[in-house]
């Protein structure tokens, strides 16, 4: 993102401070005014527009306002089928699925202190149920990802644009969709985030920056928000180059299988999740892509951190690494031997490391064990352990990247 050029002289804040600056001079407005007073609030989808800005200032003021969301406005399925037969393929991230003329229309409805008919639709959202008459109150808040739209922007008292960069939008646009709501397929969510929202974003989103009285910064926070995934990756890893078949056979283990497995990991051109300590990963294994976040490392005895994955196609594959450019390691287990104990798995792992797209190197061999939530797991790997003459407090934390 070209943060400092689209900026300007624009005062940028932080979240809890730009929201205090917006309500304090909403207040200084109020004083003067003989008419509502309108702030217009946008940003990208997954910024806090709505539920960290919008919400939070309205709040402020009580029942002195009101917030008009532009999601209302959306001109509806049907609409979009007439515009598709007439060979103008739409989707629901342009401003031409949206009827900003009418907000547009009841905003100076409201600077008149007139009320308007908002239209209400029934569940599947091309169905009007009836219309709904609302009166204007002194602080009207608008918000959406065209609320700043040429159309609309000079009607606004005060505007603001809540800014993230496109990680964190992916990241929380996930963590909602898929994991706490769990309805929509995450495939599809990462392949129209990438191949339409991104896009659609930097034509119609991004640019309306400029018209904006104050920036807020609401960037994605790693270190609270991934454990929002609900999972962790708990794992123990040790160094074995002396480890045989016959030791493990000895353990009681079921052989499940061998395979390989290439695990790519991605960086933003800036190299930032390097230094927040979060890992983007496409692995290929089997034949198949599956992609994989883990947030940053949690202190433990063993190495836990927040992750989510999930199995994506090679059209979705290539997309993610045109917003992860940097292709920062390639960890290569082969072969990769399976092995399954009644409350645990393992591993071992011939493990090859490149970094960037330098040579391949020979890293060792490698035990990695999966931890699970139940204590008793942890006793039954430590008998496992001491069966091959290993201790919990020996393995190494490091990623194979830290060697």
Same mark, same amino acid.
């Given at each position: 993102m070209r943060f400092a050029e689209e900026v *300007?002289? %624009?005062?940028?804040?932080g979240l809890e401070d730009g929201v205090a600056e917006t309500i304090g001079r909403i207040r200084v407005l109020l004083k003067t005014s003989t008419r509502p007073v309108i702030g217009l609030i946008t940003g990208g989808t #997954? #910024? *806090?527009?709505?539920?960290? !800005?919008a919400e939070k200032v309205c709040a402020a003021f009580g029942d002195q306002a009101l917030r008009l969301p532009m999601d209302d406005y959306y001109r509806g399925a049907s609409f979009m089928k007439e515009e598709a037969a007439r060979g103008n393929i739409l989707n629901y991230d342009q401003p031409e699925? !949206?009827?900003i003329p009418g907000v547009a229309t009841d905003a100076r409805s409201f600077l008149d202190g007139k009320p308007i008919r908002k239209r209400v639709y029934g569940w599947d959202g091309v169905s009007k149920i009836t219309e709904e008459l609302i009166w204007p109150k002194p602080v009207v808040i608008i918000e959406g990802i065209f609320a700043l739209n040429e159309e609309i922007q000079a009607l606004g008292d005060i505007r603001i644009f809540v800014d993230i960069g496109r990680h964190g939008q992916l990241l929380r646009r996930l963590l909602r969709d898929v994991v706490e709501r769990g309805d929509q397929a995450p495939n599809g969510i990462l /392949?129209?985030?990438? *191949?339409? !929202? %991104?896009p659609m974003h930097e034509l119609h989103v991004q640019p309306s920056i400029r018209n904006a009285d104050l920036i807020i910064r609401n960037e994605y926070d790693p270190f609270t928000e991934a454990w929002r995934s609900g999972t962790a990756e708990k794992?123990?890893?040790?160094?074995?180059?002396?480890i045989d078949t016959e030791k493990i056979r000895r353990t009681g283990s079921e052989f499940l299988g061998a395979t390989e497995q290439i695990d790519k990991y991605r960086d933003l051109p800036d190299g930032r999740l390097g230094v927040t300590g979060e890992s %983007? /990963? %496409? /692995?290929?294994?089997?034949g198949k892509f599956i992609f994989g976040y883990k947030g940053p490392r949690a202190k433990s005895d063993c190495r836990k951190r927040p992750k989510f994955e999930f199995e994506i196609d090679k059209a979705t594959k290539d997309q993610l690494s045109g917003l992860y450019t940097r292709l920062t390691q390639t960890v290569i287990k082969s072969p990769r031997l399976l092995y399954g104990m009644d409350s645990f798995i393992f591993s071992v792992d011939e493990v090859y490391c490149r970094y960037g797209n330098g040579p391949r190197t020979f890293l060792g061999k490698f035990l990695e064990?999966? !931890? *699970?939530?139940d204590p008793r797991s942890y006793e039954a790997v430590d008998r496992f352990l001491d069966s091959l003459g290993l201790e919990r407090k020996d393995a190494i934390l490091m990623a194979y990247s830290e060697m």
């Open positions: *300007g002289n %624009i005062p940028t804040f #997954s #910024s *806090g527009k709505t539920k960290f !800005v699925a !949206v009827d /392949r129209y985030f990438t *191949g339409t !929202v %991104i794992q123990l890893k040790f160094k074995v180059p002396d %983007i /990963r %496409i /692995r290929e294994v089997n064990i999966r !931890v *699970g939530n």
